[in-house]
């Protein structure tokens, strides 16, 4: 769409089933392939401890900064369109899941809509976000604190970055 305003937007993604790296690589793929959003750049993997239900496999998260024209609801109907896409499963909260894929950021915009809290409302609550967020958009503010401060201050045991490339979605 010529002309239309792009929006600076950052994603959270994640998994622990099947081969949750595949998977964002895949999600992240289907996401720069639209014809009104691509991808700018996408943060390590780092291997997370579950959050929230404690008994299941660790994580495989990262965090991507995309460039949209899609609207907030458009952007959350896209994420929604490829986790279906690759088959995921919504059977209990915070349980496993073959891809999980959260609007975290959409410009400075603040909303709060039946199903659409933007920023994303327990983001900065948990690391695994917080930690790869913080690694390609240190100085972004969220609620007034830049990211890379709350990141330190969040409790990181546990995740660690995994040796990865910048363009690791992309192979």
């Excluded at 690589?25 to 401890?49: C, F, G, M």
């Excluded at 709350?150 to 990181?156: E, G, V």
Aim: net charge neutral; hydrophobic share 40%; with cysteine.
């Amino acid at each position: 769409m010529p002309g239309q305003n792009r929006i600076r937007a950052y994603l959270g993604l994640g998994g622990n089933l099947d081969d949750p790296r595949q998977s964002m690589a895949t999600a992240l793929q289907a996401i720069d392939a639209d014809a009104r959003t691509n991808v700018v750049v996408v943060s390590s993997i780092y291997r997370t401890p579950p959050w929230g239900k404690t008994d299941q496999p660790d994580f495989l998260n990262c965090a991507a900064e995309i460039s949209t024209q899609r609207s907030p609801r458009d952007l959350l109907d896209l994420c929604l369109e490829t986790e279906r896409s690759l088959k995921r499963v919504r059977r209990e909260r915070w349980g496993p899941r073959i891809v999980d894929l959260d609007v975290l950021i959409y410009g400075n915009v603040d909303i709060n809509e039946s199903g659409l809290i933007i920023p994303h409302p327990r983001m900065t609550d948990r690391a695994f976000v917080m930690v790869p967020l913080a690694e390609i958009a240190p100085q972004i503010i969220v609620s007034g604190i830049a990211v890379r401060e709350r990141a330190s201050a969040l409790d990181t045991a546990g995740i660690a970055m995994l040796e990865t490339t910048k363009d690791w979605w992309r192979a």
